[in-house]
């Protein structure tokens, strides 16, 4: 029976192996430490379809941005995401900042929440802890409060009802080359039409020499479309503005609408919110009612975005990009563009070159109409209201002309 | 009720809790901690809130979230508008709470049981609208820099947990007095037996508004301190089902109806729902809500009452000291003024009538009982005993004719008003409240003649010598026999010392044993000088205890006078068993 003993050759080479084990990963992190940046979203709860939308884009962003070789001022450095759920309440959505501003230190930056509630609760934790933050959220609020670390990527709420009309009218003039005179409004008493709305009462159509000869405003859910209907077949207005939140609501209209025989751009609809081009209002409502369907959003898949487009398609199997999968991929591609300029991995420079950014080219700009750049209140500058229309079962972007992926149609009847 | 001794546990408890939340705040180094803390303790005040009404009085809200939104957006709004600081604008939140309560409990108080507990879930859904068409969907608190202590903007996120701990010192220090006090014993006579706590004297509906303006009071000021440690609103977080259902899953998770409940309830809840959606949230979002829901489950199943309640259980202190002996004994006093028999009549029913729908409950009924008297009312089922009795002691307004009780009108008044000008009252079914002790019971009848609560107890006491229960005193209401319950039900109507009793069958459902037991202390009751009207379905007994008889028959009196006269007059007999009867008494008496 022999007893094993170990040679001085073999623990030199045993030790030689472990140090190399310890030592190597240090020297891996050491090379490219990757930045943090987060994301919070509702990824549960009645949001969590939005939530999940984001998610894809960033997914493929990161995808990209690392592929390309991470943060090259930072020596190739990863970039990491952090998700959170903010659950669908607010208070959920402010511990999620709030635990992640704690628990990641490092944090350069992040992006959220699609809801804009939750995205002002948010806000309050990130900015108080100077991250700087991205969203897609229209609310006025959330860039009014006089924050230094929030950038909105969309127009804001009232920005949107201010452009949609004139853009519309210039739509109409430039493909039938006649303005329309007067306008229909259907629309839910919800938060978000009667600010949109309001403007326009206030003496916003007369500016546009438009006379309202339908005005319906009913309490959702709807349960009979007939007597709204009814007004704008008696009235004929030059075309309908549609404004509801819920979409049965919707598709009650556009049915009663069509039996009417009012559909099919006997009366051209114009609408405003990225819901209107959402997969989930096909399903509901069948492309055939939705053919013609005007409506004005902050962002939507553009030229210069079709091969994204396709890979977008083949990799997630949905039917098509939106909104929010769209600023799901642009806003860590902002972040990145910042980590570039910044040269550093510190949130005080990420967010003082975001507020220098001026980008018109490269992935970020892509995917945003107009350039990427922030006024002192963190709102971009120069952008153009987009406008998308239904065309066989796909909302396609059809203005501003030189981003349009389609002609724009202006139904004559 | 608790003894001194353990009041005082109490008091200690609370201090030792809070000085041991205020060195976690120092121990975790953690803004994010903090923040969970803060809510933790909260959500604790609005639940401590919640159980003063639905705990201790029994009432289910599931409409809190009106009072939380109410002082969220008071504080919110105050500070928007009025540039007014959270300093002020919170401890307004409590008159806020308390308007709010009294105007809701107006209409709703009309409504028991679970209809209550619906008709609160519309007051915040309808607020939700209200502040949405308002054009409140989102404030912000604006981020004072230049003031961030005047507006309660702190860096120190530990300043918070002072602020929201402080507040639930106040709400426990508030739920212990309410316990400790005759509001509590109101409250838990209302909560096990309504009627019978009105029939004894307790003004039901004054203390359910109190009790839902302190319960309103102290939500809206936790409301109050939420939005400031928030600094976002929306009528979706305040006033959204969640909210109403927070206050009410944390309190029956850690005991309904206890001190600590509520305080257990959010500090495993609040923590569990928030770690949950911190670990798997982001791993596989909407699972955190699928674990959270199972977990409720379970600790329901393991432990219904709540666990506060379960552990108490466990631990074998939920036994009442069994020690009646220690307990001092009042002698028995003499009644201030004995009366003697026939003074001239004490209470005067003269024409009373009253209708349900179609019915003729009561027709025409007239009768005078003399002071000192002891006279019985019988009649077949359904002759309009109990409804004769409902409206001499107010549970019903006579459509029709006066009652007079000692030379005034007593007609309309409500049952606790008619208890405190001195008619006591049992019923047919025994309304214990049944998780006190039999001496709590007969505490909550002596309130109504007591100057003070020392005094309610020793006329409790006295009240069961009188009865022969004295022994029985600490024992639980809920584990009496027959015989046990009618004479506490006795003593409780007995112990403020009134001039008339209505015994509603008291007499039902006795063995023989039993039956002379109680017929020998109801005698002794009249012979102290108390007027004694007494119902009966069966005349047996009846016939040797009392002076006088009323017969009842559909709703009309169909004879009275001396019950061996009574019991033979053909009316009667055909009441009670039928024409043919009556034809066979008169042929064996022919």
Not at chain 2, 64 to 85: K, N, P, Q
């Amino acid at each position: 029976m022999t007893i094993h003993t170990p040679t001085r050759r073999s623990v030199t080479a045993g030790l030689a192996t472990a140090i190399g084990a310890l030592a190597a990963p240090r020297i891996g992190r050491a090379q490219a430490k990757s930045v943090k940046i987060a994301m919070i979203a509702p990824m549960s709860g009645p949001w969590a379809r939005q939530g999940q939308l984001l998610k894809m884009g960033s997914d493929l962003a990161m995808e990209d941005i690392n592929a390309a070789g991470g943060i090259k001022s930072l020596g190739g450095a990863k970039m990491e995401i952090i998700f959170a759920d903010d659950s669908a309440t607010t208070e959920k959505a402010k511990n999620a900042a709030q635990r992640l501003v704690s628990d990641h230190p490092d944090l350069v930056g992040g992006f959220g929440c699609w809801l804009s509630s939750f995205t002002l609760a948010v806000t309050e934790v990130t900015e108080r802890a100077s991250v700087p933050w991205l969203t897609l959220s229209y609310s006025d609020a959330i860039t009014d409060r006089g924050f230094k670390f929030i950038f909105q990527t969309s127009p804001t709420a009232a920005n949107q009802a201010a452009e949609t009309l004139p853009t519309a009218l210039k739509l109409a003039e430039s493909t039938t080359g006649k303005k329309p005179k007067t306008i229909g409004i259907i629309m839910d008493n919800t938060a978000a039409p009667i600010a949109f709305v309001k403007p326009l009462k206030a003496g916003g159509l007369d500016k546009l020499g438009l006379k309202l000869t339908v005005d319906q405003i009913f309490t959702p859910p709807l349960s009979d479309a007939t007597p709204l209907v009814e007004k704008v077949r008696s009235a004929k207005p030059d075309f309908l503005l549609l404004l509801t939140s819920a979409m049965p609501d919707c598709k009650l209209v556009l049915e009663k609408l069509d039996e009417f025989k009012l559909a099919h751009g006997k009366i051209p609809l114009v609408s405003n919110g990225a819901p209107f081009g959402s997969p989930e209002l096909l399903k509901t409502v069948g492309a055939d009612l939705l053919d013609g369907l005007l409506f004005s959003v902050a962002d939507w898949p553009m030229k210069g975005q079709e091969a994204f487009i396709e890979r977008f398609k083949k990799k997630t199997g949905e039917a098509f990009l939106t909104q929010d999968a769209l600023c799901g991929y642009g806003h860590p591609e902002i972040l990145a563009a910042a980590l570039e300029t910044a040269g550093a991995a510190d949130k005080l420079k990420v967010a003082d070159a975001i507020r220098k950014m001026n980008l018109t080219t490269g992935p970020a700009a892509q995917c945003f109409p107009g350039p990427i750049k922030f006024d002192e209140k963190g709102r971009r500058v120069d952008v153009p209201i987009i406008f998308a229309q239904w065309q066989k079962g796909v909302p396609v972007t059809v203005f501003p002309a030189d981003r349009a992926l389609a002609k724009p149609m202006w139904p004559t009847a | 009720m608790r003894s001194p001794a353990e009041t005082r546990r109490q008091r200690w408890a609370i201090a030792a809790v809070a000085a041991a939340v205020l060195v976690l705040s120092f121990v975790l180094k953690s803004a994010y901690y903090e923040l969970i803390l803060t809510q933790v303790l909260l959500w604790a005040v609005l639940s401590l809130g919640w159980n003063v009404l639905c705990g201790y009085g029994g009432y289910s809200s599931f409409g809190h979230a009106v009072f939380w939104g109410l002082g969220a957006y008071t504080v919110a709004l105050a500070m928007i508008d009025l540039d007014l600081t959270p300093w002020v604008s919170i401890p307004c939140c409590a008159i806020v709470g308390a308007a709010a309560g009294a105007l809701i409990g107006f209409p709703t108080f009309r409504l028991r049981g679970h209809y209550f507990g619906l008709a609160m879930l519309a007051y915040p859904l309808a607020f939700l609208y209200v502040f949405q068409w308002l054009g409140y969907q989102e404030l912000a608190l604006p981020m004072r820099r230049d003031a961030p202590v005047l507006y309660m903007q702190f860096e120190d996120p530990r300043v918070y947990v002072v602020l929201a701990l402080g507040l639930m010192v106040v709400a426990l220090a508030i739920s212990l007095w309410v316990e400790n006090s005759r509001f509590g014993m109101a409250l838990t006579a209302i909560k096990q037996n309504e009627p019978a706590a009105e029939a004894a004297g307790i003004n039901t509906w004054k203390w359910k508004m109190l009790a839902l303006m302190l319960s309103g009071a102290m939500s809206a000021v936790a409301g109050g301190l939420y939005v400031v440690v928030l600094l976002v609103l929306t009528p979706d977080t305040v006033f959204g089902i969640l909210a109403s259902a927070q206050a009410l899953i944390l309190a029956l998770f850690g005991g309904v109806g206890s001190l600590w409940g509520p305080v257990i309830g959010a500090m495993v809840l609040v923590p569990l729902a928030e770690g949950l959606n911190a670990e798997l949230g982001n791993v596989l979002p909407g699972i955190q809500g699928v674990v959270y829901g199972v977990a409720i489950i379970v600790i329901i199943l393991a432990a219904p009452e709540g666990v506060y309640w379960r552990v108490l259980d466990r631990l074998g202190r939920n036994k009442r000291p069994a020690s009646p002996a220690a307990a001092p004994r009042a002698p028995v006093v003499p009644l201030p003024h004995p009366r003697a028999a026939a003074h001239g009549d004490l209470l005067v029913l003269k024409n009373i009538g009253i209708s349900f729908g179609g019915l003729r409950a009561l027709d025409e009924v007239e009768l005078a009982v003399p002071e000192g008297g002891l006279y019985g009312i019988i009649g077949p089922n359904g002759a309009g005993k109990t409804t004769l009795f409902n409206v001499v002691n107010g549970f019903l307004a006579p459509g029709s004719g006066t009652i007079e009780f000692a030379g005034a009108s007593i007609a309309g008044l409500r049952p606790s008003l008619v208890c405190r000008r001195g008619i006591g009252r049992t019923f047919q079914v025994v309304r214990a409240f049944a998780r006190m002790t039999v001496l709590e019971n007969v505490i909550v009848g002596a309130y109504v003649g007591a100057r003070d609560d020392p005094a309610a107890r020793n006329m409790a006491l006295a009240a069961l010598d009188r009865v022969g229960l004295s022994d029985r005193a600490d024992a639980i209401a809920g584990g009496l026999t027959t015989r046990e319950l009618r004479l506490m039900e006795l003593a409780r109507a007995l112990a403020p010392q009134p001039r008339l009793m209505l015994l509603d069958e008291t007499l039902a459902g006795l063995s023989h044993d039993d039956l002379d037991g109680i017929l020998g202390v109801i005698r002794q009751i009249r012979a102290d000088g108390t007027t004694v009207l007494i119902i009966e379905h069966t005349m047996q007994a009846m016939v040797n205890l009392v002076d006088h008889f009323t017969v009842l028959d559909h709703g009309r009196l169909i004879a009275e006078g001396n019950p061996n006269d009574v019991v033979r007059d053909p009316r009667v007999i055909e009441a009670y068993l039928g024409k043919k009867w009556v034809e066979r008494v008169a042929a064996t008496a022919n």
